[in-house]
């Protein structure tokens, strides 16, 4: 076969942009001009082979760019990468170019083959591994140091030359999507794949996830509202309620993984090999040899790491975790305050001041949380950790256990030491309502809003009567790059995190918790998917194949919620009743049921499979052939002897 | 290079028997010739193009078949079973024919390049892997049917037409072995690289870990013997040996897999990939298509397995669990009976009598133990698993619950329903000890005992004066050939995680525990290598990165002591002065302290590392190189276009 395409498929005619690269105003040309030119360049001289065009805006100013690739480019590119398609036998392979024709839906003219964000994410991998040669630092900026093996694009983002890189919206795919995924009111599930093929893998695993997390809670939600219609208080009713609670989040969890393994199975991301993890943008230290990599590039020593993280940001984080406790003793003071105002002076306002604490309280904590996300961030990256992986664990573990302490100690105080049932009811429910009022605001509305009133007064300033889809590409490029940029899923798990606690650390005391929840969710998968389509610059596809540290983080939730509900349980009246002789069975018998419910959800969670058995015999399969591959290049080699 | 050894070296010159095959006494003529054409057969024909000599007997019967292969062909054996081994620069990589030159100690002349051992695994490895062509049977024996791709040993093994296969010993280096290992009285840690060398693996690993094991209880058996000698019973000492132990048992079982990682990359089985599994030998079921391979082979359905395990093999598990529980309460029936003899006439003999039941219930426990364990082995083998490891991890579960009841069953129920602590440290002294000789006794010294003295026979009988250096091959087979099997080593775990459980779940009451368990490891090593060398036929080497699912149940263990402990150390009367008004802030305390304990247990085992850094790094080096290697020849494909 003749290959009929070559890179000379550079014709403008082909020229669709993806991705926009901003550069700082008044960089200088020389600057320009070498790294224009070494992103087209070919690969053999150590160039990304790229698309550049730059973008003349209506004041003349030229900083911007716009980058594509031909279609060879982006097909050699996903093997790179790589990317795992889908077959036309049905089963999931590794994309090679040799091998092209035996993938679904592949043709030489079909560029739809790949999608947008994969083309998307396929050019800034290809921008990101863009490295120094033999330059000591960046034409025209002395003070922005390079050394071979350097990726330019991060010291260019790191010195302020680069001010940011973002992939295009596609308005009309863009369109297609949001009324799919919430445009009209219906009931059924998100367009996952679509999502998927949108925003990529996380985004869509996330979303995923809301909703798998949303049907869950129903069951939940659905035997916890007649607790509340007929106010039954039946020990055992409340024990029944909490066992299933309790058992049903284990299975839960489980049942995710499986479920989990499917979509990123038919994703191609669950067969994906780790790529290797570059530094951090953010590391810094001293020019060293990489004794993994055998390069030249910044070394930090483990120890200083070490003791900085020990010496100074654990001492830190237990004294915001006393902070956290001293705000919550003031709280339970002003608790205090308003109910001896109420009796006092009983009128509508005083009881109706009864609830101001509470609200005070559930706001200070939201605020809390987000300045102590500030401080976590600014430690963590102190730390100076070399991976972004170890970056994120361990800013993961800071915020969880704040946010945990700052949620849940005024809960844990009122059941455990106060033992006022009635009141870590009510406590339980304005938090929980409080709080989701507030994200929903915060997170969604707020910046809709913002976003809306800019995006009317852009508009109104470019041209005064053009819908949507009539926007030029300058236009396009100069609304969305002053778009906000999504940060990531971290803050909307962390939501949802903080949501299990309040439906499974208390679930007995308030069976209502999850019908909250489950509204909540409902609501949450329409202001984040608004977020997502309307308010934010579309980020880059990051492939993944599971939801990580958080199926961890929820795991030891529900190992904690046992142990809450245990003692909860065994704290209510009607249970003491049961035990009126010796108070001593009673602790014997809760302790018992305890460890039987933890024994029980650690051999659940050893029975149930991780993965559905299809996809077992599926991944058997391909290192089967793999093996068998690698055996006969083995036995034709020795052939040959 | 000119290639200098041609497949043609297989002159009996070079032959070096490595391999004894031994065939049903009066097998016909065709098998045999059909048989040992296919192993001499070259590769391109479907043999192994291994070396075959028969070995003539005095008595003129031909049934003993040598093997053994060219240099050249071990070499590129090696290569198939993807050997990893030393290079010169120090890495440890994937033995490749090609690349051969670059591994330390290579000569094309120097034979000691692979050890006897992974000769011999290797041999048996293409043995193994010998496969039917298109025989529909095995040539005259018309029952023993033969479908395309089935491995013709397994079929003759359990047609009975081949009786065994067993690699020869090398009675110079068992020698010098013997010699370095207990042949002479010092004080330092066993020859593990030896060992290795010789047997493998899995038995290095085995002795490995038996040595650490022993090692780790020191420091408890050491803080132990004061307790015994000055008859300590403060409960402030008692918490703070038990809370030592519970965190050292943590640190022990978390340190091991550090060590186990150094050990098994040094040997190379950390990196050595795992091979495709095949159905094990006796599993069986109608002829179908694996829908992983797409090969024919016998397919049975998994709901029919699912059906045997729950509605037969755990009902009998069960009834063997009450049984044994049974067994357990006739035991109090004559302890009773004994203490209340010993009451009525107060004598020596009588005193003496105390001690019967405890040592009459330990010989029925170890002789339960040990019926049990064949039921079991049947029970699973009629579950009828596919995959060898499969019916290890069910036979191993089978085997764990129901001595773990047997043997521990006794002491909760003195513990937590009698509450006589007395009674319980003697027990315990008693259980322990009784078991440890026992064992000692059927599992080492009878074995040796019976076979030195047919050995003695045998010699007598062949030839009167000469010595072991002398024998002929025919003799050094005709001997080794009735020695026994070593079955693996799952009893050796077992008989450790027991008497893990003895240190450890009660270790509070009778701190002298760790140093019987100290003193038995010792002699144990010495037994147990005495048993290898001298009592069993050498077995198969079989490489493996880790003890596997003991990890997994010495962690439980560890787990559950904490749970006894925390009970016992509450118990105690000392504790219980400390809280004189109020048994219900005992047991809170005595549960909050156990919470603690387990989670403290969890985050230690989260935090320390499975591998240490060091090897982490040079995993990390080979992953990065094997990912560059892909992306060169991405690279120099995609330059080619």
Redesign the interface.
């Known amino acids: 076969v003749v290959?009929s395409w070559?890179?000379l498929d550079t014709v403008e005619s082909n020229f669709r942009p993806l991705v926009v690269i901003e550069l700082a105003k008044g960089t200088k040309e020389e600057t320009i001009e070498w790294f224009t030119k070494r992103i087209v360049d070919k690969?053999?001289n150590g160039g990304a082979q790229l698309l550049i065009k730059p973008l003349v805006m209506e004041n003349g100013v030229e900083n911007i760019y716009l980058v594509g690739a031909s279609h060879?480019r982006l097909l050699?590119g996903a093997?790179?990468v790589g990317l795992v398609k889908e077959c036309s036998d049905n089963s999931m392979r590794t994309f090679?170019?040799?091998s092209r024709k035996t993938f679904k839906d592949f043709a030489d003219d079909n560029h739809n083959f790949l999608t947008m964000a994969e083309c998307q994410y396929i050019i800034k991998h290809e921008l990101e591994n863009l490295r120094a040669k033999n330059e000591k630092m960046i034409p025209g900026y002395p003070q922005a140091k390079l050394y071979p093996g350097k990726s330019i694009v991060r010291r260019l983002l790191t010195s302020g030359i680069l001010v940011q890189i973002f992939p295009l919206h596609d308005r009309e795919e863009l369109k297609k999507l949001r009324h799919s995924w919430y445009g009209r009111v219906k009931v059924g599930y998100q367009p996952l794949d679509d999502i998927r093929c949108y925003f990529g893998e996380t985004i869509a695993l996330y979303f995923g996830f809301l909703e798998y997390f949303t049907f869950a809670l129903i069951p939940m939600a659905v035997i916890g509202i007649p607790y509340y219609v007929f106010a039954w208080e039946d020990y055992d009713k409340y024990v029944m309620f909490a066992t299933f609670n309790l058992l049903w989040s284990t299975v839960i969890l489980e049942v995710w993984k499986r479920i989990c393994a499917v979509l990123t199975y038919r994703w191609g991301t669950l067969l994906m090999?780790r790529?290797?993890e570059e530094p951090r943008p953010g590391f810094h230290g001293v020019l060293g040899i990489n004794?993994?990599?055998g390069r030249e590039e910044p070394v930090y020593s483990?120890l200083k790491r070490q003791l900085r993280i020990y010496l100074v940001s654990l001492p830190f984080v237990c004294l915001c975790l006393y902070f956290s406790l001293y705000v919550m003793m003031i709280y339970f003071d002003l608790e205090q305050w308003a109910l001896d105002y109420h009796k006092e002076n009983e009128s509508n306002f005083s009881s109706l001041m009864l609830y101001v604490p509470s609200i005070i309280y559930a706001v200070v904590i939201e605020i809390m949380n987000r300045i102590y996300r500030y401080a976590a961030e600014f430690l963590t990256s102190w730390e100076n950790h070399r991976l972004e992986s170890s970056y994120q664990n361990h800013l993961i573990l800071k915020v969880l256990v704040f946010n945990f302490l700052n949620c849940f100690a005024s809960l844990f105080y009122i059941a455990f030491v106060l033992f006022d049932m009635k009141l870590l009811r009510q406590s339980l429910a304005t938090l929980l309502i409080t709080s989701q009022i507030l994200n929903q605001f915060a997170e969604s509305l707020l910046p809709y809003w913002l976003q809306k009133r800019y995006n009317r007064r852009m508009k109104k300033r470019l041209c005064s009567q053009k819908t949507d889809r009539d926007l030029s590409i300058a236009e396009q490029v100069n609304m969305e790059k002053e778009m906000g940029t999504y940060l990531g899923t971290f803050d909307d798990y962390l939501e949802l995190f903080l949501q299990f606690g309040y439906v499974s650390l208390f679930s007995c005391v308030y069976p209502l918790a999850a019908v909250f929840a489950v509204l909540n969710n409902i609501t949450e998968i329409y202001s984040d998917a608004l977020k997502m389509c309307r308010v934010y610059k579309r980020p880059f596809a990051e492939p993944t194949a599971n939801i990580g540290v958080w199926q961890l983080a929820f795991e030891t939730m529900s190992v904690i919620s046992v142990?809450t509900n245990c003692i909860l349980i065994g704290m209510s009246p009607q249970v003491d009743a049961l035990f009126p002789d010796s108070?001593?069975d009673l602790?014997?018998t809760v302790?018992l049921v305890e460890?039987l419910l933890l024994a029980i959800k650690f051999i659940m969670a050893f029975v149930i499979p991780d993965k559905p058995?299809d996809i077992q015999?599926k991944l058997?399969?391909l290192?089967?052939e793999s093996?068998e591959a690698l055996?006969q290049q083995?036995?034709a080699?020795?052939?040959q002897?």
Do not use: N
């Open positions: 290959e070559s890179f690969k053999a060879l050699l093997e790179t090679t170019y040799s090999k790529q290797f004794p993994v990599t483990s142990v108070k001593m602790v014997l302790a460890h058995r015999m058997a399969k290192e089967f093996l055996k083995v036995r080699f020795q052939m002897l």
